[in-house]
């Protein structure tokens, strides 16, 4: 079974070109698969794998508690494998085929108004240690709607300042161009002039933009720490991750006006039914508008 799997990685790698966040899901996801038909239903080879042996896997998930999130992921991972297989030839059949999707209720994301998004940005003293990277860093994210993986591999090269865009690299290697606005222009610009080149003088070499104090890359766990620091600091109370700040990018775009295409294009959402969660959000901001000054609701 492992060949087969090693077989089927290597494909999401090579002709999907997936990011390494999405092979390390996919591979986590087959390889508790594998262990359950090999350690529970004693088979031996994949070709022995029944619609029956799926469903008693998933099953098995769901009696461990586990999220219909979770469980939709692990669904869509065996059906595509399974379907891999087939194509490939190396099954006669796909027992993945009659596999029903958990239906998932759809949640909406949970975003900071703007006086909550300025909580945060102010509360960063311009004296604290790492303050001028601390505020470029989530300024960017905010006005820019990037993704935290996204914002730990921007690199200066990817800075178009005369054109007041930057370059993203999104899922998939995927390219965007977001525009940049003036505040975080400035901010970019204060951090990269007083602060990156010190930490730089470290790691000469280390072509991102944002650094540790070792001056290596930031990773995505440091940002989710500083994100919980400035925000606790701030007396914000919801539950606040660097993806918020992306949820509110887009959220408030779409309660200023923007149309739900250009919203799509500057999140790099490959379907715009992606992008559509945010319009539901909008909605609610409206009835909320519409609770709170309408006479008739007095």
């Not at 098995?60 to 979770?70: E, H, K, M, Q, Y």
């Not at 998932?104 to 940005?121: C, G, S, Y």
Request: charged share 25%.
């Amino acid at each position: 079974m492992e060949n087969f799997l090693k077989d089927y990685i290597n494909m999401l790698k090579v002709e999907r070109n997936l990011a390494r966040n999405s092979l390390d899901s996919y591979h986590r996801d087959l390889n508790q698969y594998h262990h359950y038909l090999e350690s529970e239903l004693h088979l031996k080879t994949i070709y022995n794998v029944t619609l029956g042996h799926i469903r008693s896997y998933i099953r098995c998930l769901t009696d461990r508690g586990l999220s219909a999130n979770t469980i939709k992921r692990a669904v869509s991972s065996i059906r595509t494998y399974h379907n891999f297989l087939s194509a490939e030839g190396h099954v006669k059949d796909n027992p993945a085929q009659l596999i029903d999707t958990p239906k998932v209720a759809r949640k909406l994301p949970e975003v900071l108004t703007i006086q909550e998004i300025d909580q945060i940005l102010n509360i960063i003293p311009e004296n604290a240690p790492m303050a001028r990277r601390d505020l470029a860093i989530f300024e960017m994210m905010y006005s820019c709607g990037l993704r935290v993986t996204e914002l730990c591999d921007f690199t200066t090269k990817d800075i178009l300042w005369d054109s007041e865009m930057i370059s993203v690299k999104g899922k998939g290697n995927k390219q965007r161009f977001v525009p940049i606005g003036p505040i975080v222009r400035e901010n970019l610009q204060d951090y990269l002039n007083n602060e990156r080149s010190g930490l730089a003088e470290k790691n000469p070499n280390v072509p991102e933009v944002f650094l540790s104090r070792n001056g290596r890359k930031l990773t995505r766990m440091m940002v989710w720490i500083l994100l919980k620091k400035w925000t606790k600091t701030a007396d914000i109370t919801k539950k606040v991750s660097p993806h918020t700040l992306r949820h509110s990018f887009a959220t408030h775009l779409l309660e200023g006006g923007a149309d739900l295409r250009s919203v799509q294009e500057m999140l790099g959402h490959r379907d715009i039914s992606t992008t559509q969660v945010y319009t539901h959000l909008d909605n609610e901001h409206l009835k909320e508008v519409h609770r709170t000054y309408h006479p008739r609701f007095n």
